[in-house]
């Protein structure tokens, strides 16, 4: 190993496995992610979802842009043995009561896989038809990081 | 159809989608660290279209998220804080930051402990290094 090293770096403070034996800085990168993209009706939608320690960020696309960010919170109370609701917040962006239908309709599951994370969905859909919210949770799904 | 894994540093090939004509860019991911002052900084970079997500931090959590934006009005880009302590300014300046140079809209998540200016610098230096280095990534 120690010959990939750069000369500069105490040796000692490396751990080998996260060393990969390419020239510089490579290290394991510290955020998952994973991105799709499928054709829904015609509209290229792009999905990416990166997993943060405490925080799942997912991107659903149809304007390559980041769009409307809405925070997805499960409340979260001691000893409550049901699944936790979801709380909504559109932290920027246009606030509807469509943008909270799909984003609880999208990313519920991906709260409730992650043992409860918060999720951030930055939502930006042409089409918010439940044809293509159900064909947009399937893509998200194939993006799993958590 | 595709669902894969993103090494972090190429835009995915186009594959079955070839025949579709694209009126937008595909998000690009991009990965990189760095040791500054005997901190392993990690970097990760999502490209969108006329804006892009940046995450700086030692662990990977995400406690802040500032975004920024030009606009008309002011030659300084607008910025706000949108997730965490507001009174914490570091992300919503970085954001301010990497708007005014890029002129797109940044949403910036700065994790690392605001009280070292030193790295604070040395971080902001090694972000305008990538983005010379890979303008495309941004």
Redesign the interface.
């Known amino acids: 190993m120690s010959q990939h090293a750069p000369p500069h770096?105490p040796l000692t403070r490396q751990s080998p496995n996260v060393m990969m034996n390419t020239p510089g800085?490579?290290?394991k990168?510290?955020?998952?992610?994973?991105?799709?993209?499928?054709?829904i009706h015609g509209v290229?939608t792009?999905v990416?979802c990166?997993?943060?320690?405490?925080?799942i960020?997912v991107?659903v696309?149809q304007?390559?842009?980041?769009g409307t960010?809405v925070?997805v919170t499960p409340n979260m109370v001691t000893g409550d043995l049901e699944r936790p609701t979801l709380t909504t917040k559109v932290?920027?962006g246009c606030d509807e009561p469509v943008v909270h239908v799909c984003a609880k309709n999208l990313v519920s599951f991906v709260s409730q896989e992650s043992k409860n994370k918060p999720v951030?969905l930055g939502l930006a859909l042409k089409d918010k038809s439940v044809d293509c919210v159900t064909a947009v949770k399937e893509?998200i799904k194939?993006?799993q990081v958590w | 159809m595709r669902g894969s894994d993103v090494p972090g540093s190429q835009v995915p090939a186009r594959g079955s989608m070839e025949a579709m004509e694209l009126s937008h860019r595909l998000i690009s991911i991009h990965n990189f660290s760095e040791k500054i002052s005997e901190r392993l900084v990690h970097f990760h970079v999502m490209s969108l279209q006329d804006c892009f997500f940046l995450w700086v931090g030692s662990s990977a959590s995400l406690c802040s998220l500032a975004v920024a934006m030009c606009s008309r009005f002011d030659s300084m880009p607008l910025s706000s804080m949108i997730l965490g302590d507001k009174s914490d300014t570091t992300s919503s300046s970085f954001a301010q930051r990497l708007s005014k140079r890029t002129k797109k809209q940044v949403f910036a998540s700065i994790n690392i402990p605001c009280n070292d200016s030193q790295l604070m610098l040395l971080v902001e230096k090694r972000i305008k290094e990538e983005m010379e280095s890979f303008p495309e990534k941004f």
């Open positions: 770096a800085m490579e290290v990168p510290a955020v998952v992610s994973k991105q799709a993209e499928e054709v290229v792009q990416v990166s997993a943060f320690t405490d925080h960020l991107v696309t304007y390559g842009k980041i960010l925070s932290l920027l951030l893509v194939r993006c």
